[in-house]
T-cell receptor, first 115, second 112 residues
Framework: GAVVSQHPSWVICKSGTSVKIECRSLDFQATTMFWYRQFPKQSLMLMATSNEGSKATYEQGVEKDKFLINHASLTLSTLTVTSAHPEDSSFYIC???????????FGPGTRLTVT | GENVEQHPSTLSVQEGDSAVIKCTYSDSASNYFPWYKQELGKRPQLIIDIRSNVGEKKDQRIAVTLNKTAKHFSLHITETQPEDSAVYFCAASSAAGNKLTFGGGTRVLVKP
């Protein structure tokens, strides 16, 4: 099946700094990718839809200036958490649909810890 | 927007018994309903999905049923095994490939 990778798999940063997370589709092209956040023992919550070559679409309540998304190519989307705070600590997972079935393939996730 | 509710939140079954998880959704435009299994610290893995033009789908020990009129769908796992222990999520989308709205998850424990 299709493969989606994420980098880094985990990151620890200090409060106030920015962190960039990469999501790559390794063997297929993805014009759309999705970014989810998952707090411990909770469900996945969609943060935004990343669109290749255009602006991302953010879900209600997600600060677009804090969570910067760039989808510069058909295989790469990046999520930058700016001015991170401890409450941003979470598991960030991306996904991308692969044709023809359009099944969503998830990345392995990035665990962010803000100290 | 879409809202998906999932029950129960935890489910403990004896090995060999069946497990049933139920979900309801709110948006009548939803047409694609996948189920995912997630182990601790890992990515969600698709175990089965169903589209709105089908009422039931089965894959070995796993089956999913869909009632579009009532806006609910269910996951059935038969002959449960300890390796079925995980968190299961239902989800809904307007179409395969579109954004997913997840249910709250069900933590399944299969006791040997």
């Amino acid at each position: 099946g299709a493969v989606v990778s994420q980098h880094p798999s985990w990151v620890i940063c200090k409060s106030g700094t920015s962190v960039k997370i990469e999501c790559r589709s390794l063997d297929f092209q993805a014009t759309t990718m999705f970014w989810y956040r998952q707090f411990p023992k909770q469900s996945l919550m969609l943060m935004a839809t990343s669109n290749e070559g255009s602006k991302a679409t953010y879900e209600q309540g997600v600060e677009k200036d804090k969570f910067l998304i760039n989808h510069a190519s058909l295989t790469l989307s990046t999520l930058t958490v700016t001015s991170a705070h401890p409450e941003d600590s979470s598991f960030y997972i991306c996904s991308a649909p692969s044709l023809p079935a359009a099944e969503q393939y998830f990345g392995p996730g990035t665990r962010l810890t803000v100290t | 927007g879409e809202n998906v509710e999932q029950h129960p939140s935890t489910l403990s079954v004896q090995e060999g018994d069946s497990a049933v998880i139920k979900c309801t959704y709110s948006d009548s435009a939803s047409n694609y309903f996948p189920w995912y299994k997630q182990e601790l610290g890992k990515r969600p893995q698709l175990i089965i999905d169903i589209r709105s033009n089908v009422g039931e789908k089965k894959d070995q020990r796993i089956a999913v049923t869909l009632n579009k009129t009532a806006k609910h769908f269910s996951l059935h796992i038969t002959e449960t095994q300890p390796e079925d222990s995980a968190v299961y999520f239902c989800a809904a989308s307007s179409a395969a490939g579109n954004k997913l709205t997840f249910g709250g998850g069900t933590r399944v424990l299969v006791k040997p």
